[in-house]
């Protein structure tokens, strides 16, 4: 069998959650689209079934998969509804809407359904990409009351740069939040990940926290305690030596120094790791550190395991987890964790805690 796999550490998703909740100080919706950044949904919102005090997903098909996997508690949809057909359904299965624009305002007035619906209203308090601008959102609140198939409404809104804890964009995003708001009841949420670290202004009713579920920080300077819960890693297959002056791989990036021991590792790019990685970029071979060298292929790459002799085939290889962080990997390519993360395919999914 084919060495490639994800681990992906249940303790840990459960571990950070708990860090997001205490951090936070009150409910947090784990956000869990995009099959949980990559995890796997269903499992992840199992393991967190006994303890999250709710969900959030992009869309009412990553919802509806939870739902018929047994999942009961509150379900939100970040991008809410895109055509009025989902309403009802989203109703019959009790998920939460957000409202971030008049079309899907409109949907709702103009839809007629069998039970009433819970709806996030966002503001666009400065991302300018999703919801709906400060001086409208009374407005709109007030259809929303008014149209008579609304239960609970809360308020909501998503910031652009917390991640950058000295730029001041924040801080003015919750400013226009609270001034805009200030006459309106209701439940309160702003932070995302990077908000829980790093601003504590932005604390309210709800957090939705996402990649620091999955451990991995979004603040370039800390993991806050934080516990990886993805490893993904493979084997070494196959070694040679090359001597300097021979090069290596497709476009013969690495070209040798000196003799080089190179180690075949049985997973690439159409396992969801970057080809756009450098010669350079750290692995982890039998627990000590080591660098790729060579393109990475579309179902192998190559390390090196010169200054390794005890290294050879069957030799584990860790690509990002507990001893390579996945910040790291995703710096070297030119990302962030989110989209490496999300892109792991074709590998086994083993799932331990
Ligand atoms: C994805 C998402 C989140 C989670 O963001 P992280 O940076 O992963 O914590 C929170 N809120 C909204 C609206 C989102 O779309």
Request: hydrophobic share 50%.
């Amino acid at each position: 069998m084919r060495p490639a796999r994800a681990l992906i550490d249940l303790a840990a998703l459960r571990h950070n959650y708990r860090l997001a909740r205490r951090r936070h100080g009150s409910r947090a919706l784990a956000v869990v689209k995009a099959n949980a950044y990559g995890h796997g949904a269903v499992r992840c919102a199992r393991a967190l079934a006994g303890e999250a005090d709710g969900f959030a997903v992009a869309f009412l098909e990553e919802a509806l998969e939870l739902r018929a996997a047994g999942i009961v508690g509150p379900i939100l949809l970040l991008e809410g509804v895109f055509e009025a057909a989902e309403l009802d359904e989203a109703a019959a299965h009790g998920l939460w809407l957000v409202v971030h624009h008049e079309a899907q305002l409109r949907m709702l007035e103009t839809t007629p359904l069998a039970a009433p619906i819970d709806v996030w209203l966002k503001l666009n308090t400065g991302m300018n990409r999703a919801g709906f601008l400060p001086d409208a959102v009374e407005a709109a609140w007030r259809r929303l009351r008014a149209c008579g198939k609304v239960g609970e409404i809360a308020l909501m809104t998503h910031f652009a740069r917390a991640d950058e804890p000295q730029v001041i964009a924040t801080a003015e995003q919750i400013a226009r939040f609270d001034a805009a708001t200030a006459r309106l009841p209701g439940a309160r949420s702003l932070a995302n990940s990077a908000a829980i670290l790093g601003w504590p202004q932005a604390r309210r009713d709800w957090a939705r926290p996402g990649i620091l579920l999955y451990g991995a920080s979004p603040l370039a300077d800390a993991d806050g305690g934080l516990q990886p819960v993805m490893t993904l890693e493979s084997a070494v297959m196959a070694v040679r030596e090359i001597a300097p002056g021979e090069a290596l791989g497709y476009g013969g990036r690495f070209v040798a120094e000196r003799p080089i021991r190179v180690g075949l590792v049985a997973l690439g790019y159409a396992d969801g790791y970057p080809r756009t990685l450098p010669d350079g970029t750290p692995v982890s071979i039998d627990g000590a550190p080591a660098r790729l060298i060579g393109r990475v292929s579309m179902d192998m790459l190559t390390v090196d395991l010169s200054a390794l002799p005890g290294a050879g085939i069957g030799s584990r290889v860790e690509l990002w987890g507990k001893e390579v962080a996945v910040n790291r990997v995703a710096q070297a390519a030119g990302t962030i964790a989110y989209e490496l993360l999300c892109n792991v395919k074709r590998v086994r999914f083993e799932y331990c805690g």
